[in-house]
């Protein structure tokens, strides 16, 4: 019998999962993500799914997690102090292609060398420049190198290798071993983003290893990969770039293990956000332009995720405009009133009672502030630093804010990750209608209450009853979603020119949901696929979401934990990638790390390149920890007519080794 440990860190709470032969889930166990150090809420979810499995932890045979630390990370802007050395190009591609917002000014040195399109040397490397540069600027967490052509010829991104590690011992993000494609300018762009990414995931890694070894498991530790692969803990800590989209890459892996769907729409809601992707032939659909995070397009394969601010957690707005008045949510998350009354509930009552008992409804009624513990407040400007100095422990906002600035301080703090603000939220409602019954009903109908005093534009209270006003706030967010799976859903529909949210939104289709229009028109509209419905509080939201959209909604067992299954059941998947040219007539070049090497026919120079790629692949599967690997080939080959004959341009070749990930003895 093997046993192996799925966990995921989300971004209210951290799931875990013991699955017997990769067969049967016995266990699921939760606890609250703890986001001044990951590894607490890791260790409180993994012996929590322990003790309720009644298992010794030296069973477990196999560990694996999924992240959002580096999606969150690129998110919020956060991670180490990075420096560029950008080999061949002109200064000004800094600014044209983002990377000077990107390096966010961090030091950049663009220095002569660089190859041409064929391979061949374009300037010799100007070692002595980066040396001096190097010495000046050795206050960095990491380096990035990206070199003009590096994937025809690497050889002055190792060559600057060598000469940063040598003078300064930190670690080195190569271009060309993070994709083979071309384009520089976005290759740098993501060797920067792993270069920054690399100190947050040693500390994450590593930690969740001790608190793994902590508690007597000793299985290898995986990590999910942002295409929904595994790969190895020490693989995670070079390449940490690769992790974004992590989490919802597992989620798509274990909706397809819970139901082994082959074509549907993937639905997972969070606390903060509502992750949609198609899952077809049953597997995730890979973003052919790279994944997108944080506003910055990278170079790295990852699941095409469409990510809507639309959680449990959204916060909640008062629409006050037209007669009817209304609500809309997120993209904003807040922490619920039902769940900060759990930390305080003398103070979060006590407010929330002298806000009923006040004639009229105030700005900041049934909201609440707290800091956020373990994170270091340094470079606050007077008035941010004034602001925090008021948040300790949990208090009403509007004992907090003084003044209008004050609201810009409060918001620097939230975006910097130092404050939380508590208000009324999805998941009060489901509490008020007892959807739910975890953290303090009580606590969200007095916030409900004072919500509903709010006036529309024909003066009248927004809801009348507490309930009432919950159902509002289920149904918004029933229709919000509904518009992330239309989205989703016209984004793969390749037939269609205009934008899937312009789509999604346009009148006619709106009119022929839920039901149809049926005039001397008639209209039925709504998805054509089955959707899986993803997430702790997918089975108290998303059957109104199928009827609305006139779908199949799949609501599986353990849909709370899909995360974490996803972590455990996936593949160790590596892929290495190459090309074939043709510099001249009868003249084939195989563009290697060792450098190009030419040959007489195209055959034979494909042949040699997939037997390189074939080693490489093999390789890193099995430094992955993979086992009954099995190799894929395909060869993409670029030809044309030239006086009446075929012509040879270019050939990509990709070699592919899959395999289980190797169970412990």
């Not at 209210?12 to 266990?27: G, H, K, M, Q």
């Not at 899959?658 to 412990?664: H, L, Q």
Request: hydrophobic residues 45%; proline residues 4%.
């Amino acid at each position: 019998m093997a046993l192996l440990l799925g966990v995921d860190t989300g971004g209210t709470y951290t799931d875990a999962v013991l699955i017997r032969d990769e067969a049967e889930v016995i266990a699921t166990a939760k606890s609250l993500t703890t986001r001044h150090d990951l590894a607490i809420g890791i260790g409180g979810a993994v012996r929590a799914v322990l003790q309720e499995a009644q298992v010794d932890p030296a069973e477990v045979a196999l560990a694996s997690l999924s992240t959002t630390l580096a999606t969150n990370a690129l998110v919020e802007g956060q991670g180490g102090r990075v420096g560029l050395v950008y080999i061949g190009f002109d200064a000004r591609d800094l600014e044209a292609h983002g990377l000077r917002e990107a390096l966010k000014g961090d030091p950049a040195l663009v220095l002569a060398g660089g190859h041409s399109h064929a391979g061949t040397e374009a300037a010799p490397l100007d070692q002595k420049a980066l040396e001096t540069w190097l010495t000046a600027n050795s206050d960095v967490s990491g380096y990035a190198v990206a070199a003009q052509f590096a994937t025809r010829n690497p050889a002055h991104e190792l060559a600057a290798e060598a000469v940063i590690r040598a003078l300064t011992g930190r670690p080195v993000s190569l271009s060309h071993h993070l994709s083979a494609k071309l384009n520089g300018p976005k290759r740098a762009l993501t060797a920067v983003l792993n270069a920054r990414l690399i100190g947050l995931t040693h500390r994450l890694i590593g930690r969740a290893e001790e608190v793994l070894a902590e508690i007597g498991i000793t299985a290898p530790l995986k990590v999910v990969r942002g295409d929904g692969a595994l790969i190895s803990a020490s693989q995670a800590k070079e390449r940490p770039i690769e992790t974004i989209l992590s989490g919802p890459a597992a989620s798509i892996v274990g909706a397809r293990w819970l139901t082994g769907a082959d074509t549907a729409l993937v639905s997972d809601i969070g606390g903060t956000t509502t992750d949609v992707a198609l899952l077809r032939n049953g597997r995730p659909a890979i973003d052919p332009q790279g994944a997108s995070v944080g506003g910055w397009r990278t170079m790295v394969e990852a699941v095409a995720m469409r990510t809507t601010g639309l959680g449990g957690d959204s916060e909640v707005h008062f629409i006050g405009d037209g007669l009817e008045g209304g609500v809309t949510l997120g993209p904003r998350r807040l922490v619920p009133v039902s769940l900060i009354a759990l930390d305080a509930p003398d103070l979060v009552h006590a407010a929330l009672d002298a806000a009923l008992r006040a004639p009229l409804p105030g700005d900041h009624d049934g909201r609440f502030v707290r800091p956020v513990p373990g994170v270091e407040a340094q470079g606050l400007s007077e008035r941010d630093a004034t602001v925090f100095a008021r948040i300790v422990g949990v208090h009403p906002l509007g004992e907090v804010l003084k003044n209008r600035l004050d609201i810009s301080a409060l918001q620097r703090l939230v975006a910097r990750g130092l404050v939380q603000v508590a208000g009324i939220t999805p998941s009060d409602a489901s509490h008020m209608l007892q959807r739910v019954a975890v953290w303090d009903r009580s606590a969200a109908e007095k916030a409900l209450r004072l919500f509903m005093r709010r006036r529309t534009g024909a003066g009248e209270m927004l809801a009348t009853d507490p309930n009432v006003m919950a159902q509002m706030i289920i149904d918004r967010l029933t229709h919000q979603t509904c518009q992330a799976l239309l989205e989703a859903a016209f984004a793969e529909e390749h037939s269609f020119d205009a934008a899937p949210d312009a789509l999604a939104r346009h009148e006619l289709m709106q009119r022929g949901l839920f039901g149809g229009h049926s005039g001397l028109i008639r209209l039925h509209t709504g998805l054509a696929v089955d959707v899986v419905g993803l997430g702790a509080s997918a089975p108290s939201y998303y059957p109104a979401v199928g009827e609305k959209l006139g779908c199949k909604m799949i609501l599986p067992e353990h849909a709370g934990v899909a995360n974490a299954i996803g972590a455990v059941v996936g593949r160790v998947t590596m892929r290495r990638m190459g090309t074939v040219t043709a510099p001249a007539e009868g003249r084939f070049r195989v563009h290697l790390d060792t450098g190009p090497e030419d040959f007489t026919t195209a055959e034979s120079a494909m042949a040699r390149l997939e037997a390189i790629l074939s080693e490489a692949a093999l390789g890193a599967a099995r430094a992955a920890g993979a086992e009954d690997i099995r190799l894929t080939t395909a060869r993409d080959i670029r030809r044309a007519m030239a006086e009446n004959r075929e012509v040879f341009l270019e050939a990509t070749v990709t070699i592919e080794a899959s395999g289980r990930p190797r169970i412990a003895d």
